[in-house]
């Protein structure tokens, strides 16, 4: 089992940054994928970003490829998503994910979910 917690969610101005983190707890951590997932309300839940687990690749949605950087560190059992030029459209609920999944965006395949983090960008 793995447990994840985020945090590091908040209110930004357009333009601005921030660093989400999420903590797991579990003795397969270094052996899964981890990915960023984000709910704006009314709306679907969304991918954002994945990474395997040795960390050598992330993968990104189109609306966040090149502003948004994953990683992680094993050793901590953290994931990070660093999040720069934050837009309005940013604006969401973002949840860690982990697990084996098939394909990286595929909401599906992740077994393991925190509770969420809010952000908040305005205009």
């Known amino acids: 089992q793995v447990q994840l917690v985020e945090s590091g969610g908040g209110l930004v101005q357009a333009g601005g940054s921030l660093r989400l983190s999420c903590a797991a707890s579990?003795?397969?951590?270094?052996?899964?994928?981890l990915g960023w997932f984000r709910q704006a309300p009314g709306k679907e839940r969304e991918f954002v970003a994945a990474?395997?687990?040795?960390?050598?690749?992330?993968y990104y949605a189109d609306s966040v490829k090149g502003r948004f950087t994953i990683s992680r560190d094993n050793s901590k059992k953290t994931v990070y998503l660093q999040m720069n030029s934050l837009k309005p459209d940013d604006t969401a609920v973002y949840y860690c994910a982990g697990g084996v999944p098939g394909t990286w965006s595929i909401k599906g395949g992740y077994d393991y979910w925190g509770q969420g983090t809010q952000v908040t960008v305005s205009s």
């Open positions: 990474i395997g687990w040795n960390g050598e690749s992330g």
């Open positions: 579990g003795r397969i951590f270094n052996s899964i994928a």
